[in-house]
């Protein structure tokens, strides 16, 4: 309803580095949510409806590997 800011699970490097979804529908990064606290919160720009369903799947994480 009036809240618009949660808590990740896990931390983020940017608001592409997840998929959102709210009620059945895909969010756009930087227009429907951005990241916050060190990539540790999603902030919607509006709230989701009490009754909506919200999932966020997490895309990866960025690694690096040494090459020889």
Do not use: C, K, R
């Not at 800011?5 to 951005?34: C, H, K, R, W």
Request: net charge negative; aromatic share 10%.
């Amino acid at each position: 309803g009036s809240t618009t800011t949660f808590t990740l699970d896990y931390t983020v490097g940017s608001s592409s580095s997840i998929f959102v979804s709210v009620a059945g529908v895909a969010q756009e990064p930087e227009v429907a949510y951005n990241i916050g606290s060190g990539g540790t919160q999603i902030i919607f720009t509006a709230a989701p409806a009490s009754s909506d369903t919200v999932f966020v799947i997490f895309l990866g994480i960025a690694m690096e590997v040494a090459t020889l």
